[in-house]
């Protein structure tokens, strides 16, 4: 089974301030990881993903995450926010050792970000 | 330019009634996702289909059927025996790696959602 859980319903930041959202999962085996944004009354856009090497991850808008095996975390940083940073974030996982199953998601509960002046 | 488009944005259901939520992807994927989001739960997956003409049960399949007949349209339809449909709901599409036939490293485009709530 595969499961991902995001322990924070909401995160508040100032704009300037370096930002992390956490998500911690797990997995029978290796993971794919994603994290996506969504705005009031859109769908999801995605940021960025880990499938393997490097544990640090680059994506959109400034964004990265930083892919932990110890500890089956997978926190999506940013060294600076802005006001416009303030969303709906999802975090996602896929059990790399599951068959079939069409790239089954497994999507966390979001987290709120907001980011005042 | 390529993506998924949902349909209406708005809908609404009497008692009884089965609605058709559509959802059209001009990117060429194969594989199409329903999704429904409830404030709180995140996304729970309804139905999946790799190929036309072929689609799978989600975790919440129950007063849900889709169809495939075409490999850009993967409409919903929620019955009557769906008792809590109210709900926001997301149709999302991913590319195959056709030479490793191994999807699941990619990410999945999602649409801009159907709004459904009950009269």
């Given at each position: 089974a595969q499961s991902v859980a995001q322990p924070e319903d909401q995160v508040n930041v100032a704009e300037g301030n370096p930002l992390t959202v956490k998500c911690t999962y797990s997995v029978s085996g290796n993971p794919y990881l994603f994290w996506y944004v969504?705005?009031?009354?859109?769908?999801?856009?995605?940021?960025?993903?880990?499938?393997?090497?490097?544990?640090?991850?680059?994506?959109?808008?400034?964004?990265?995450?930083?892919?932990?095996?110890?500890?089956?975390?997978f926190h999506l940083k940013k060294p600076s926010a802005l006001?416009?940073?303030?969303?709906?974030?999802?975090?996602?996982?896929?059990?790399?050792?599951?068959?079939?199953?069409?790239?089954k998601l497994t999507f966390g509960t979001?987290?709120?970000?907001?980011?005042?002046? | 330019d390529g993506g998924i488009t949902q349909s209406p944005k708005y809908l609404f259901r009497k008692e009884g009634q089965n609605v058709t939520l559509s959802c059209e992807q001009n990117l060429n994927h194969d594989a199409m996702y329903w999704y429904r989001q409830d404030p709180g739960q995140g996304l729970r997956l309804i139905y999946y289909s790799q190929i036309v003409n072929d689609f799978q049960k989600g975790d919440i399949a129950?007063?849900?059927?889709?169809?495939?007949?075409?490999?850009?349209?993967?409409?919903?339809?929620?019955?009557s025996a769906q008792k809590n449909?109210?709900?926001?709901?997301?149709?999302?599409?991913?590319?195959?790696?056709?030479?490793?036939?191994?999807?699941?490293?990619?990410?999945?485009?999602?649409?801009?959602?159907?709004?459904?709530?009950?009269?």
């Open positions: 969504q705005y009031p009354n859109r769908g999801l856009q995605f940021l960025l993903k880990y499938i393997t090497g490097d544990n640090l991850v680059k994506g959109s808008y400034g964004f990265e995450a930083e892919f932990n095996k110890s500890q089956t975390s006001v416009s940073d303030s969303a709906l974030y999802f975090c996602a996982v896929r059990d790399i050792g599951l068959t079939g199953g069409g790239n979001g987290t709120q970000l907001k980011v005042e002046l | 129950e007063g849900y059927s889709v169809s495939r007949e075409k490999k850009e349209s993967f409409p919903l339809t929620v019955t449909p109210t709900a926001f709901y997301l149709c999302a599409s991913t590319p195959v790696d056709r030479l490793v036939s191994d999807y699941s490293n990619q990410p999945q485009h999602f649409g801009d959602g159907t709004r459904l709530s009950i009269l």
